[in-house]
């Protein structure tokens, strides 16, 4: 039985996540021995290159910029902030490599087509690159005394986890190396792995092969951002982007939920047998199918989207969501989802193909 749902999507809504962008992918990176940006045109004409992950410093203008690592290089190496550049450089000629990226200033965010392509390639920027170094501003771990444990619980209470654009940058890199706030290295090993994890809100198998991630359910994905944040609204929806494999227009000044509503439309696109999409809770009456934003899933548990070869793919339409499901009522005195209207809605139980490991959820759907 097909189910049909309106979500109060606009015909726009969807039309504009089929309008892909096209990207040169052209990529700007910091010389380690002259601190100038070249150029690289090309996935295959870009070599091999350390990539910096951190917390940008507050206020975001103290950070070094494109235009002053172009247009005045004596000015950016005077700013504070450059020892984040120095430093990286230095740890990447000790590691014989040439080049570094930075998205402070390896992006020129005064140019919307320069801003939108490295947003739609950041992921492949961390997955493609040499070693990725994390910079741990707010961590002081070589302290005299202190036992490891406790060094590594402040590991994880670092700010670092709390920022969206941090996931991908956790997961991408094929290499990862943890520097404190003296750009001394934390030495690794399986008890910070567990941290990361913990911390990260994702599991250690993702970390130990992150190809591992695309086995993962959408909504056990959209839960490990749940708990995260960002400077822009929009930048919630957009720093997920190569947790999901998707691509999309840039549109500053469309809102959160627009984005985020954009974000999901695409995913359902890609990953049409995925019905976890729908399993996420939230307080709200007039919330439809979709979710408002990542925290919409906070407590999703574990769960395995199930396909089998008679699932069908559900899809947008211009009248809502085409789902096919087998739907059964609800016998008088069981819980059900909450109406504007009491009496004029019928009530049906959609079970979606999905397991659930190691928690009870029911997904309630009114019609």
Not at 292 to 312: C, E, R
Request: glycine letters at 4%; aromatic letters at 10%.
């Amino acid at each position: 039985m097909c189910l049909a749902l309106s979500l109060q999507a606009r015909a726009a809504e969807y039309s504009i996540t089929s309008c892909k962008p096209i990207y040169s992918h052209a990529m700007w990176l910091i010389n380690v021995h002259s601190y100038a940006l070249e150029e690289f045109l090309g996935e295959g004409e870009t070599p091999p290159y350390a990539i910096i992950s951190h917390v940008w410093s507050r206020p975001a203008s103290a950070e070094v910029t494109f235009r002053e690592m172009r247009e005045d290089l004596a000015s950016a190496q005077s700013k504070p902030c450059f020892m984040k550049i120095f430093h990286s450089c230095v740890i990447a000629k000790s590691h014989d490599l040439s080049w570094v990226w930075i998205d402070t200033c390896c992006i020129d965010k005064t140019s919307s087509a320069h801003l939108s392509e490295a947003i739609n390639s950041m992921y492949r920027y961390y997955r493609d690159s040499a070693e990725c170094l994390v910079y741990l501003a707010d961590v002081s771990f070589h302290q005299p005394g202190v036992p490891r444990a406790k060094k590594l619980e402040a590991v994880g209470q670092s700010r670092w986890f709390s920022r969206g654009w941090t996931l991908q940058e956790l997961i991408a890199p094929k290499k990862r190396y943890f520097y404190d706030e003296n750009w001394e290295i934390i030495p690794g090993g399986s008890d910070l792995l567990q941290i990361l994890a913990k911390a990260g809100n994702l599991p250690v198998k993702i970390l130990e092969d992150r190809d591992q991630l695309s086995d993962i359910s959408v909504a056990n994905r959209m839960a490990m951002a749940s708990k995260r944040t960002t400077t822009r609204g929009e930048d919630m929806a957009y720093c997920l982007f190569g947790i999901f494999d998707v691509n999309l227009p840039i549109l500053y000044g469309e809102g959160a939920k627009k984005a985020f509503r954009r974000l999901q439309l695409e995913i359902m696109t890609t990953s049409p047998f995925d019905h976890s999409i729908f399993s996420w809770r939230a307080d709200r009456s007039d919330s439809g199918l979709l979710a408002s934003s990542p925290s919409d899933f906070a407590n999703t548990p574990s769960i395995q989207h199930l396909v089998s070869y008679l699932s069908v793919p559900f899809s947008m339409t211009n009248l809502g969501l085409s789902i096919s499901c087998t739907l059964t009522d609800m016998q008088e005195g069981e819980r059900v989802a909450p109406s504007r209207s009491a009496g004029s809605i019928h009530h049906v139980l959609a079970p979606l193909q999905c397991d659930i490991v190691d928690d009870e959820f029911i997904t309630y759907v009114s019609t």
